[in-house]
């Protein structure tokens, strides 16, 4: 075994000495407590660091169980009706699977990862997990996403789910009944609380929420301190960076509601997680460096009797040197296979098995399969106090399948089970279905009145209620009208202000707003500064459980950094990702606490949808509410930073997220337009939806409001000038964000040089334009015999008399996205390509999207569009504005 490079301990030079010290430890132990013996231990290990030895200290413990056999509590339970129950819904849960791909090949679905998890999760939904009627509230449960079958199969014994539902698993739109393959909130709003099958996300989600229960009971929002959150997390979800990239935020805030249980069952899809390591003694290793208490359920109860006999510690040797590999061969082989191989490895450990059958060694519990083992586990986390706690149980992929696919590599994919092994899985787990129903793979519920129907009941019952449930019970919150923005309707007069200095300006209005402000959370990831946020820092307190322990070295001036227990900002350092956990639990809180919590989490525009896109399409999927806001937003607006950093694009990405709503406003008002219709929407209205706005740190002066713009603005476009005089010709110039002001200049040189009379649209949302026209495209189509309906968006471009060019700090293709509906075609200009450092003019030239490039690609559509524009206008035009056209595109540069 020991062929790598890992150093080993010296041997052992003194034996009687070594004795003596021992002896001495084992005596304090049994005499004063674990407790003494550890402090002597430490302070022994103190000294020795102190005079300079190498001391290591290890994470590892050995690879058995954390807690002893000895220190096990009762079982609460009956466990001989819960393993009936438990068998009957290992059942369901593969006749699901099985029956969806006989019927229809190719559907899909999981059996073998819920019949890993069946006793993790049973021992919990009967013992832990509390639901919404608990007097305390309900917990929060993030289940394993290919576990979903397991959970179904549940609530249909409970008779929570009709059987008509089961048919339909993986048949969502072909039926009345349809089960969603996986936790979506979306599709089932009143079963699933949080998505879990993009793996990693649900166990920094689960972080991020139970951080989040805190800071509503800090705040004073809201009592959770009974609550608890759970995560089911699969061994080789770990793998995933998002999995365990935030574990230490969970220990530094000393989050003792929150509990992982990670399946190991040492199988990922293709093969073994760690065939040539331990994935639980990797897991401790780093769990306890990041500073969780670690339970291990390694074993379950018939390994305790040879434990006990194991004086010398060979067999915990033997257990810690046998790699994953061959327990998952084990498995597989079976019984004879183990002995030679696994007790083989010495004479004494085979004498330990000498009167097991092969039988026997092979029918040895894993613990994450004995509910003793797991309730002890449990129980032991339940009462943890100070550190989150992580549960490593170790279980058998495919448990129960046999040579179906029990340990095997394939087990993962497994979905069909032919008639053998149906029988000997109905056998196995005692299902009371005969032979000749098992062709038909029937589901069983067990019926109303006996044993086992009211056991489920009373335990439920007991536990507050079913699980999962989504309620949402939250009332309409009133929220400020567009008079309390009057400020920035009015305009900033000759004050040249960006709009992300207009954002901080309302949200600091908003904050401050009596009853209304206290619902904000504002989130930032270390970026405060950037955007002129820091004022909030000393006058709103940044969060922190603990307080502040220190003064801070900006402690005299006006705006120190002050942390406070009932701060309201939720400073997040530098992690989009959690930062988004963030706004998940905030944007969800509506469900998950009834309670109306508006998250602003404002962010580097670049490191959003492209960083973390996955996150924002589960907190959509989540029906999360509130505000995304991509600051220092646009490829050339953001000057300077260059290639990674220039964002150009993140409103393309938006436009695919089919419940957000993407606004790229140019002045104070449109923001303020937008901001307080989106509040009236999300928490007055309580529609379910979000909103992402961009915005921009180029300063100008900020006009006010023009008259009748307020709907426009809302709609996704409005005339901000009209031509100021007729001319030869006319256009229509659509631009957004800071390009607006491109689009002025451009305005003017058209008219006083080449005599077109040009309108400038300000284009708030392409995205919104688009949705909202191929709704009423949509209606005509299935309505062809009815007065067409007509969208705001092609209202609007029917009076448009000229052609149509448009601008934008982003790709083509956002603009693009009303292409169809323009009479006259659009010309696009954009951004397309990768970033550039330098100064905006420069960038602008350079992505052909200044106001000279505007007013030639304006004269080039008049052109084509048959007015009196010639060839040769346009290409002294360019000449004369000084435009030298490169022949490589900016995206090819
Ligand atoms: C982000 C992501 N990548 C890949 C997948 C596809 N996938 C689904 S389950 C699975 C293996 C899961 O292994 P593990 O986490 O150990 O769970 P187990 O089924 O063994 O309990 C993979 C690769 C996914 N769902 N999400
Ligand atoms: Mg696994």
Not at 78 to 107: C, D, F, P, T, Y
Not at 408 to 423: A, C, D, F, Y
Not at 452 to 473: I, T
Not at 518 to 540: C, M, N, S, W
Request: aromatic share 10%; hydrophobic share 40%.
């Amino acid at each position: 075994m020991s062929d790598d490079e890992t150093p080993r301990p010296q041997s052992d030079a003194d034996p009687e000495e070594t004795r003596e010290w021992l002896d001495s430890l084992e005596y304090v132990f049994k005499a004063k407590g674990a407790d003494r013996a550890t402090y002597l231990f430490e302070r022994l290990r103190d000294r020795l660091g102190a005079s300079g030895a190498q001391v290591s200290a290890p994470l590892n413990t050995p690879y058995i169980n954390t807690i002893p056999a000895a220190q096990e509590p009762p079982y609460p339970g009956n466990l001989e009706i819960e393993r009936r129950i438990r068998s009957l819904i290992r059942w369901n849960a593969m006749a699901m699977v099985v029956k969806a791909n006989k019927q229809h090949q190719g559907i899909g679905g999981h059996i073998s990862t819920f019949a890993s998890a069946a006793t993790l999760y049973e021992v919990a939904f009967n013992h832990f997990l509390h639901g919404k009627d608990a007097p305390q509230g309900g917990d929060q449960v993030y289940f394993q996403g290919h576990g979903a079958p397991g959970v179904y199969a549940r609530s249909y014994v409970e008779g929570r789910l009709p059987e008509e539902a089961l048919h339909h698993f993986r048949r969502e739109v072909s039926g009345a009944q349809g089960l969603s393959s996986y936790p979506h909130p979306w599709l089932l709003p009143d079963y699933w609380e949080f998505p879990t099958v993009s793996m990693g996300l649900a166990p920094i989600m689960s972080i991020y929420q139970a951080r989040f229960n805190r800071y509503l009971h800090d705040r004073g929002l809201k009592d959770t301190s009974a609550q608890r959150v759970w995560a089911f997390v699969g061994d080789g979800e770990t793998d995933e960076p998002e999995s365990l990239g935030a574990i230490t935020l969970a220990s530094r805030e000393r989050l003792d509601n929150l509990i992982w249980v990670v399946n190991c069952n040492l199988q990922r899809l293709d093969g073994p997680v760690r065939g040539n390591g331990k994935i639980i003694q990797e897991l401790e290793a780093i769990f306890r460096g990041a500073g969780w208490n670690v339970i291990k359920v390694i074993w379950g109860r018939h390994w305790d009797p040879l434990l006990a006999q194991d004086d010398e510690g060979l067999l915990v040797k033997r257990m810690g040197e046998v790699v994953d590999g061959w327990y998952q061969k084990y498995t597989v082989e079976g019984g004879a296979f183990a002995r030679t191989h696994f007790f083989g490895a010495d004479p004494r450990l085979l004498k330990l098995v000498e009167t097991y059958s092969d039988e026997q060694i092979h029918k040895m519990l894993r613990g994450g399969h004995d509910p003793r083992k797991v309730y002890a586990a449990y129980k032991a986390a339940i009462e943890h106090k100070g550190q989150p706690t992580v549960i490593l149980a170790k279980t058998i992929k495919g448990y129960g399948l046999g040579e179906a696919g029990e340990g095997r590599n394939i087990t993962h994919q497994q979905k069909k089970m032919n008639e053998h092994e149906l029988r000997e899985f109905r056998t196995r787990f005692g299902v009371p279905v005969s032979d000749e129903q098992l062709g038909s793979t029937p589901f069983f519920r067990p019926p109303a009145g006996s044993p086992e129907a009211a056991y489920l009941v009373e335990r439920r019952k007991a536990m507050g209620g079913p699980l999962p449930e989504r309620r949402v019970k939250v009332e309409s919150l009133q929220t400020p009208a567009l008079e309390q923005f009057k400020e920035f309707i009015e305009g900033s007069g000759d004050r040249a202000v960006s709009t992300t200095m207009g954002f901080a300006r309302m949200l600091g209005r908003l904050l401050g707003m009596k009853e209304f402000g206290k619902h904000l959370v504002p989130i930032i990831p270390d970026e405060a500064r950037t955007f002129g946020l820091e004022a909030l820092f000393r006058q709103y307190g940044i969060y922190s459980h603990i307080g502040q322990l220190y003064e801070p070295v900006d402690k005299s001036s006006l705006l120190y950094y002050f942390e406070a227990k009932n701060g309201q900002i939720l400073e997040e350092g530098i992690t989009e990702a959690g930062a988004l956990s963030s706004f998940i639990a905030a944007g969800s809180a509506y469900a998950t606490h009834a309670l109306n919590t508006i998250p602003f989490y404002i962010f580097y525009s670049m490191f959003g949808f492209q960083r973390v896109g996955d996150l924002i399409w589960a907190a959509s999927d989540m029906r999360a509410r509130g505000f995304l806001l991509g600051a220092t937003a646009g490829r050339t607006t953001l000057e300077g930073e260059g290639l990674q950093h220039q964002d150009g694009h993140s409103h393309l990405l938006a436009s695919a997220f089919p419940t957000i709503a993407a606004y790229d406003p140019a002045f104070m008002f449109e923001l303020a337009v937008i901001l307080q219709d989106g509040l009236k929407r999300m928490y007055q209205d309580q529609e379910e939806l979000s909103y992402y706005i961009t915005l921009y740190n180029e300063s100008y002066p900020m006009p006010p409001m023009p008259a009748n713009a307020e709907e426009g603005i809302r709609e996704g476009m409005y005339r901000f000038q009209a031509a100021p005089e007729k001319g030869k010709h006319r256009a229509h110039l659509l631009a957004s964000g800071p390009l607006v002001n491109e689009a002025l200049k451009a305005q003017e040189l058209l008219l006083q040089r080449y005599g077109v009379a040009a309108d400038v649209w300000s284009v708030t949302s392409y995205k919104t334009l688009r949705v909202k026209t191929l709704e009423a495209e949509r209606w005509n189509l299935w309505h062809p015999d009815e007065p067409p309906r007509v969208s705001y968006l092609q209202k609007t471009v029917q009076r448009f008399d000229g052609p149509c060019v448009a601008v934008s700090d982003y790709v083509r293709l956002v603009s693009q996205q009303i292409s169809p509906w323009i009479p006259s075609g659009l010309l696009a200009l954009g951004t397309d390509g990768f970033g550039r450092s330098d100064t905006r003019k420069a960038l602008r030239r350079y992505f052909e999207i200044d106001a000279e490039h505007l007013a030639v690609a304006t004269l080039y559509a008049l052109h084509q569009q048959g007015a009196k524009v010639t060839a040769q206008t346009v290409r002294q035009a360019a000449q004369d504005l000084g435009l030298a056209p490169d022949d490589q595109a900016p995206w090819q540069r």
